[in-house]
């Protein structure tokens, strides 16, 4: 790599992160990808590994497998904990790394409105680790409920409370719903799964808020068909451990998902400039941060207006979209060309999933709901996926799942924190000689002293 070449970091390979990446394999470039985990995700099934229909590996690529033909690209597993915008450095602990181009494409997390204390009992589903401590909620609810005789345990137990009528809200009830109904029955003795009571709250007046009024309808119909209680116009304020208190009622409840909404992570903090209400970097038309030509923001990162006044949607394709543009323009920058005029996203449609043969698709005027809309919504999403082998993977899954009511990837592993204790318990008589070996091998293959991991 030339020493002389304009140096472009991106931090996170999300959707937005890798399409940067990607795009600038032939631009006179040198791309550095930072990252605090080793694997890109396809966030939009996360709730299928958290329901035990796909397993983690089955939506998860290695960044540097993604990356790897390309010469120009250095991948950095390393935790961003700061940006120096004046000597442009991004600080991830120990290392430093200097950037002509710093693209932030750091993604959002969960918002619990003004509630952290909440994160502990109502998990959101953001992150595999996210999916996979859901999956197991959801499968010890079962399990103990099978060991109990208190028939008010059990049913509080039996009891799921998802929190938000968005897309992953309904996907979610949807799915636990037919856990409960169909892939467990015939294996309890002592408990009935059909009697699982799976309890949707929406604080507005309709699921699928984004969505035209006839599929949220349906959507209801659909989910209700199911099992599923909707309650709509019904706003949390306050959830524990033994359940949710709303404005008028309280409702006990085994395990709670939360899926009401999102707050972007800090990258505004980190380089000092103005976001909106929801922590998003409020972008020029080019998606530069004002003042700062060097830094773009993408995805759920940026508050990027559309021509009509409205912020892009925090979804896959707006991010790509918004990764091929800045791409464009970094390359037309470094190459004296004249960069594109200003972005314009261009929404190409909403699906959700509600279940088996159910689901809802909005393409421009065209509305497909039901078995249709569950094709088009299966089609497209393993469309996107990466890899030949992810993709039949889950097209077969999914087939697999449809002929036989099952889900596969039932299994129920230790939670962290249980697994870090074990590990360190096993490790400690050890501890002095693999300290001794890391130090050989830093002192062998450490460049410049930094410690990469």
């Given at each position: 790599m030339a020493a002389n070449m304009p140096r472009v970091v991106i931090i996170g390979a999300g959707f937005g992160g890798i399409t940067v990446a990607q795009s600038l394999a032939d631009a006179p470039v040198d791309v550095t990808v930072v990252d605090r985990h080793n694997f890109h995700y396809f966030q939009p099934l996360l709730y299928q590994?958290?329901?035990?229909?796909?397993?983690?590996?089955?939506?998860?690529?290695?960044?540097?497998?993604?990356?790897?033909?390309?010469t120009n690209t250095t991948v950095l597993m390393a935790d961003v904990t700061g940006v120096d915008t004046d000597a442009r450095l991004v600080h991830a602990g120990s290392v430093t790394i200097?950037?002509?181009?710093?693209?932030?494409?750091?993604?959002?997390?969960?918002?619990?409105?003004?509630?952290?204390?909440?994160?502990?009992?109502?998990?959101?589903?953001?992150?595999?680790?996210?999916?996979?401590?859901?999956?197991?909620?959801i499968l010890m609810a079962f399990e103990k409920a099978e060991l109990i005789e208190d028939a008010a345990d059990q049913h509080r137990l039996l009891t799921f409370v998802v929190v938000g009528g968005g897309p992953t809200g309904v996907e979610m009830a949807g799915a636990i719903a037919e856990v409960a109904h169909h892939a467990l029955p015939a294996e309890f003795r002592r408990i009935d799964p059909h009697a699982a009571r799976v309890i949707l709250i929406e604080?507005?007046?309709?699921?699928l808020p984004a969505f035209p009024a006839d599929l949220s309808d349906y959507a209801r119909q659909?989910?209700?068909?199911?099992?599923?209680?909707?309650?709509?116009?019904?706003?949390?304020?306050?959830?524990?451990?033994?359940?949710v208190d709303l404005e008028d009622t309280r409702i006990e409840a085994g395990t709670i998902v939360w899926a009401a909404g999102v707050v972007a992570s800090p990258a505004a903090e980190w380089i000092g400039v103005e976001s909106d209400r929801a922590g998003r970097v409020k972008v020029g038309p080019d998606l530069t941060v004002p003042s700062r030509p060097e830094i773009f923001a993408i995805g759920d990162t940026a508050?990027?207006?559309?021509?009509?006044?409205?912020?892009?949607?925090?979804?896959?394709?707006?991010?790509?979209?918004?990764?091929?543009?800045?791409?464009?323009v970094i390359a037309a920058r470094t190459s004296d060309r004249t960069p594109?005029?200003?972005?314009?996203?261009?929404?190409?449609?909403?699906?959700?999933?509600?279940?088996?043969?159910?689901?809802v698709v909005r393409l421009d005027h065209v509305h497909l709901k039901g078995f249709p809309g569950w094709l088009f919504w299966g089609f497209a999403h393993i469309y996107f996926l990466i890899g030949?082998?992810?993709?039949?993977?889950?097209?077969?899954?999914?087939?697999?799942?449809?002929?036989?009511?099952?889900?596969?990837?039932?299994?129920?592993?230790?939670?962290?924190?249980?697994?870090?204790?074990?590990q360190a318990e096993k490790v400690r008589p050890q501890a002095s000689s693999i300290e001794v070996s890391r130090e050989s091998r830093r002192d062998q293959a450490t460049p410049s002293g930094a410690d990469w991991r």
């Open positions: 590994v958290a329901t035990a229909a796909l397993s983690p590996a089955d939506i998860a690529w290695p960044i540097r497998g993604i990356l790897r033909r390309q200097p950037y002509d181009y710093l693209v932030l494409a750091t993604g959002a997390t969960h918002s619990y409105f003004g509630h952290p204390e909440w994160a502990s009992v109502a998990p959101g589903l953001k992150q595999i680790e996210d999916a996979t401590a859901i999956r197991r909620r604080a507005g007046p309709r699921l659909a989910l209700e068909r199911m099992g599923v209680e909707v309650q709509t116009s019904a706003r949390v304020i306050k959830c524990d451990e033994q359940g508050a990027v207006i559309d021509a009509d006044g409205k912020i892009a949607p925090g979804i896959a394709p707006a991010a790509k979209q918004m990764g091929r543009y800045v791409a464009e594109p005029g200003a972005f314009r996203y261009r929404h190409q449609g909403d699906l959700a999933t509600i279940g088996r043969k159910a689901a030949l082998r992810n993709r039949a993977v889950v097209a077969f899954s999914w087939f697999w799942n449809y002929l036989t009511y099952q889900r596969g990837a039932r299994l129920i592993v230790d939670s962290p924190e249980a697994q870090e204790a074990a």
